[in-house]
């Protein structure tokens, strides 16, 4: 059963950083991994996604601020996330892509 838990969000300020983890048991080192993030009132949407081979992708909205990491062939993703605007407030959630399993979400909150 593939379970996940991300952790490491929390309030900060504009212009701040965070580092979230999304530690996942359950599910092989070449599973697809997502970052997604839901805002209050808003669809969930995807921030990037890591795969098993070490290679990553951004949503055009978090290229420049966002970087997902994965140690290749590894189950556990991080998400570093720089230069935190109020826009970004929202729950984070990690996906294991292959069996469609979701985390229970994380809270990023950032004050102007």
């Known amino acids: 059963q593939v379970q996940l838990v991300e952790s490491g969000g929390g309030q900060v300020q504009a212009g701040g950083s965070l580092n979230l983890t999304c530690k996942a048991s359950?599910?092989?080192?070449?599973?697809?991994v997502g970052w997604y993030r839901q805002a209050p009132g808003k669809q969930r949407e995807l921030v990037a996604r890591?795969?098993?081979?070490?290679?990553?992708n951004n949503s055009d909205f978090a290229r420049s601020r966002y970087i997902i990491t994965r140690d290749r062939g590894k189950t556990t993703n991080y998400l570093q996330m720089q230069n935190l605007k109020p826009q970004d407030t929202a729950v984070y959630y990690c996906?294991?892509?292959?069996?469609?399993?979701w985390g229970q979400g994380t809270q990023v909150t950032v004050s102007s």
């Open positions: 996906q294991a892509e292959w069996s469609k399993t």
């Open positions: 359950g599910m092989t080192g070449e599973d697809p």
């Open positions: 890591s795969y098993g081979n070490g290679n990553t």
